[in-house]
Nanobody
Framework: QVQLVESGGGLVQAGDSLRLSCTFS????KAWFLQAPGKEREFVAA????????YYADSVKGRFTISRDNARMTLYLQMNSLKPEDTAVYYC???????????????????WGQGTQVTVSS
């Protein structure tokens, strides 16, 4: 079974930066999602197995960067210029196939981490 463990969340102020990490036990395509209280899980960014292709939600383009270090078996999400509306639990997820049109769909992913809380105060 794929193991995904997120870390790096916390409480920051608007405009600050934060880097999330997710250690993994597999070499599959990866993504970050967020889920705010009372809302559905929402796509943030995805990256293929070797890091040559990435895909971002419009809401985070230019502010967030997804990357991975397969030697360290770690996925990252660098978040800059954070806004209060970025407040959510952030999850990493793994998918066996890369289908660009399906990467934003949570149902495309086979494995999920437990999540890490990010809170951005105004």
């Amino acid at each position: 079974q794929v193991q995904l463990v997120e870390s790096g969340g916390g409480l920051v102020q608007a405009g600050d930066s934060l880097r999330l990490s997710c250690t993994f036990s597999d070499i599959y395509h990866k993504a970050w999602f967020l889920q705010a209280p009372g809302k559905e899980r929402e796509f943030v960014a995805a990256i293929n197995t070797i890091g040559s292709s990435t895909y971002y939600a419009d809401s985070v383009k230019g502010r967030f960067t997804i990357s991975r270090d397969n030697a360290r078996m770690t996925l990252y999400l660098q978040m800059n210029s954070l806004k209060p509306e970025d407040t959510a639990v952030y999850y990493c997820a793994a998918a066996r196939t890369w289908i660009r049109s399906r990467m934003p769909d949570p149902r495309h992913y086979d494995d999920w981490g437990q999540g890490t809380q990010v809170t951005v105060s105004s």
